[in-house]
């Protein structure tokens, strides 16, 4: 080997030596675009992004279930007492709404007058999502339609009395806790705002559970006409017939017959608890079509009879009453007034009644 030669062999592995090393050099700290970060930090970005799933997951499984998914009551299904209930709250409550007003304008008796009875509406109703088993929300529309004659309530309470002084009364004193509605456009469908009672007010509310009233029942909106609709069931007028109010008088005089009595079941605590776990446990479609989660709430027993077909010559079965909702093994539980009841079920009773008429009725012994 010439003496170039051996110069050239050294410049090489020079070279390659330099080569060599600021490629290592170069690896240890390669930089994936866009972040502009080296590997190793990049790692340990995602190390920390694993770890803070990992916590959120964790948090996820123990969250409570969305609104969406709780059960709840609608407010114009509730019943209400006779005479005032709470009357300390309600006092508090009308004091509230007196102190919001911005004008130096006295308020009429009438107003005033109005005002208490929003005001009892309300905390009767959260009385009765406090004794419902599971605990529900209490359902109530916010919008001017919820408020009108043709509406839910048939325009009982006024929209400017409960929407801007009663309900922001009882947030202002911390009373209850609302969630606003929305609409969910995956499902298509929208949520009306809910309440809950907390501090003062529950404390007031759970002290006196379960004591037995005597109920005002509704006297108008007990006959309820609906299109044929399954998926979408839309409320129809009702026609102010005389048969109709007939159907209401009859039935609004049978209802408060049954505000007289205790209706329960005769079932331990633990027992009750089970039951109503088990009739949450997935959404029912209720009389109007819509789907939710069924609660046990002992005062809903006004019955309305429900025309779900279009017409007033189809259907016109009667719901509302809690019992309607228990699973058939517990029906020889219920008791009125303390007393045990029994239950006459009578198969195809239409179709053996009119065998019956032709006299051929003892042929058919079993089920038809």
Known sequence: MT??????QGVVQATCKVLVTQLSKTTSSICCPPYNRPVEQILDTRLLMDQANHKLSAKTATRKPPLREQAYVCAHELA???????????????QSVATQRSSTRGVSRVVRLKIQLAAEWIVNCLIQTEEA??????AIGLSGDYYKPSGPINGEFGYDIVVNRVIPALDKLGWITIRRGFNDPDKNKSFVTRLRAKGTLRRAICANLYCWQPLRMRSTGLILLFDGKKKSRHRLPTPNTTTVENWQYWLYEYNQFLSEHAIALAVPDDELKRLAKRMSAKDVEFETGERRKPVINYRAI????????????????????WWQMVPSEYRPFIRINHKSTI???????ALRLLYALEK???AFRGSL
């Open 360 to 362: 051929v009725g003892s």
């Open 133 to 138: 088993l599971p605990r529900p929300w209490l």
């Open 80 to 94: 209400q007492w006779e005479g005032c209930v709470l009357p300390a709250q309600i006092d508090r409550i009308c």
């Open 343 to 349: 239950e006459w079920d009578f198969s195809s009773m």
């Open 302 to 321: 006004a019955l309305k009879r429900i025309f779900a077909r279009g017409r007033l010559d189809r259907g016109g079965r009667f719901y509302g009453g």
């Open 3 to 8: 003496a170039v030669e051996s110069s050239l």
